[in-house]
């Protein structure tokens, strides 16, 4: 089947415009999470969607940075007034988190983020 | 932060078993070890996981210590498509938290030929 799918692949935009990422997540999977990679580093958790619960936004960086999620379908991340420090990958991940087990995330290929 | 120390590199001969330690020593009684890798320029993929007990799976095993305060995974016959960083990641507890994971530097495996 169809894994996590994410748009555009590349994106460069100059400092001070905003941005839109999408992500569409595995069918059926209810929980939806963003991290960003900055190049040569490790994945920073930045916001989960599980179903109709209120999201965790506890790790996104600034008000700058906000996602939603319609339902238990796509989600978009929008950074408002981009900064060069927000270049990164921005990767979407989807799990069944079914919450009476662990389950593991499947990863979408990523976003490259360039702010010039 | 991350809560698991990895060596930053490590070479594998082609064929050969890859033996990648991790140490956990604060991990939590209901915390699971996470294992994923990520090929260069591609999104992590999940590997293995466990919780007390050794998992063995199609794409390797893992060896939780007693003490779960470390673990190994083995990769059985690596191959060259195997180079990759390799993340192990501490997560939960479970039962309605955020399952985010909180990747650290990982350890870049090199299959050499």
């Given at each position: 089947g169809a894994g996590v799918s994410q748009s555009p692949s590349n994106k460069v935009t100059e400092k001070g415009k905003d941005v839109e990422l999408r992500c569409d997540p595995i069918s059926g999977h209810t929980a939806l999470y963003w991290y960003r990679q900055r190049l040569g580093q490790g994945l920073e958790f930045l916001i989960?969607?599980?179903g109709n619960s209120a999201p965790d936004k506890s790790g996104l960086p600034s008000d700058r940075f906000s996602a939603?999620?319609?339902?238990?379908?796509v989600s978009t991340l929008t950074i408002q007034r981009t900064q060069q420090e927000d270049s990164a990958v921005y990767l979407c991940a989807s799990s069944s988190d079914r919450l009476t087990i662990s389950d593991e995330q499947y990863f979408g290929p990523g976003t490259r983020l360039t702010v010039t | 932060d991350a809560k698991t120390t990895q060596p930053p590199s490590m070479d594998c001969a082609e064929g050969r078993a890859a033996n990648l330690p991790c140490n956990h020593s604060t991990i939590s009684g209901n915390e699971y070890?996470?294992?994923y890798r990520q090929i260069h320029s591609q999104g992590p993929?999940?590997?293995?996981?466990?919780?007390k007990n050794?998992?063995?799976?199609?794409?390797?095993?893992?060896i939780i210590t007693e003490d779960r305060k470390s673990s190994?995974?083995?990769?059985?016959?690596?191959?060259l498509r195997d180079t990759a960083v390799y993340y192990c990641i501490v997560s939960g507890p479970w039962g309605g938290a955020t399952n985010k994971l909180i990747f650290g530097t990982g350890t870049l495996l090199a299959v050499q030929p």
């Open positions: 989960y969607f599980q939603e999620r319609t339902g238990e379908s | 070890v996470y294992w993929q999940y590997i293995i996981h466990g919780l050794n998992e063995t799976n199609e794409m390797a095993s893992l190994t995974l083995i990769l059985p016959h690596a191959t």
